[in-house]
C-alpha cells in the first residue's frame, strides 16, 4: 500500500440526515462499527442501522467482512431507539 493511501473507508455514502430528525448543525449520536479487511489493509466502517440490513462490505475488493444478523429488525429497533436516547444526553 502507498504511503498517501487512506487507511480507512466508508463501506457506502454517508447516509443522508433528514432535517426533520435533526436541525442543522444539530449535535447528534450515531452508531458505527467496522472491521478490518485483510486484503486492502483498511479499516471499513459503516452506521450499525446500515450493517444490520446489508453486513459489512470492503468497498475496494467487495470481500464480506461482516454477516448482518437474522434477527435485523430487533437490532435496529433497539439501535435506532439507543441513538435518540445518546442524542438527547448531548
Do not use: N
Not at 16 to 30: E, L, N, Q
Not at 51 to 64: A, E, I, K, S
Not at 68 to 85: S, T
Request: with cysteine; glycine share 2%; aromatic share 8%.
Amino acid at each position: 500500500m502507498e504511503e498517501d493511501e487512506p487507511l480507512s473507508a466508508w463501506a457506502t455514502d454517508p447516509e443522508r440526515i433528514d432535517p426533520d430528525d435533526y436541525a442543522p448543525s444539530a449535535t447528534f449520536a450515531k452508531q458505527m462499527t467496522w472491521a478490518p479487511c485483510a486484503d486492502c489493509g483498511i479499516q471499513v466502517h459503516l452506521p450499525v442501522s446500515q450493517f444490520l440490513y446489508v453486513g459489512l462490505v470492503c468497498p475496494r475488493c467487495q470481500t464480506r467482512l461482516l454477516a448482518p444478523p437474522e434477527d435485523a429488525e430487533d437490532w435496529v429497533r433497539r439501535v435506532l431507539r439507543e441513538e435518540d436516547e445518546f442524542s438527547e444526553q448531548l
